[in-house]
């Protein structure tokens, strides 16, 4: 760096930094409580995945003479958008239990029952992630084919399959530790 803007670019700095301390004040309560955040963050997604093949068999050393089934050719392809929150533990009893109600069941004993087994501490945080509807064209929602179904010891195919526009706006998935 010539040595001839290093003083101004010093000089610079200070007036940056100068100017931003006396930007910065104190906030009183009042207008602290005025202050709103935003937690979580949104992604979208545009997928294009392909995999070669997706293979069961129940061939093993105990079992030679087992089958298998091969899915060859899949492809996901389509948009969504997602949410990511993490909600406290009431946070999370309220939305799992308006989860459970939304399908006709009594969502405070489906909460009871998962701190019950165990399954739930009732305490710890629990990260969500939500697909909300977000208006988008059904088009848009991803969608998943298989090119081929094959068997073992054949080559030929017996079919193919699709799901076309797997609509996920409205899911929700929690994930927490145990």
């Known amino acids: 760096m010539n040595r001839f803007h290093l003083p101004m670019l010093l000089a610079f700095a200070l007036l940056l930094l100068s100017s931003a301390a006396r930007a910065m004040s104190s906030m009183d309560d009042a207008d602290l ?41 899949i492809t996901l392809r389509g948009m969504f958008v997602m949410t990511v929150d993490l909600l406290n533990s009431a946070s ?43 208006g988008l064209d059904h088009r848009l929602s991803p969608s998943l084919s298989v090119g081929s179904v094959t068997m073992g010891n054949s080559s030929a195919a017996f079919g193919s399959f699709a799901f076309t526009n ?11 530790a145990r």
């Open 92 to 134: 999370f009893g309220t939305a799992m239990s308006n989860s459970m109600a939304a399908y006709g069941a009594d969502g405070a004993a489906g909460i009871g029952r998962l701190l019950s087994t165990g399954t739930y501490d009732g305490h710890s945080d629990v990260i969500q992630f939500a697909l909300p509807n977000a």
């Open 166 to 176: 797997i609509d996920l706006q409205g899911s929700k998935i929690w994930m927490w």
């Open 33 to 73: 409580a005025e202050v709103h955040g935003r937690d979580g963050v949104t992604l979208a997604a545009d997928l294009d995945i392909k995999i070669g093949s997706f293979s069961y068999s129940t061939r093993s050393a105990a079992n030679p003479d087992g089958g298998s089934i091969s899915f060859n050719n």
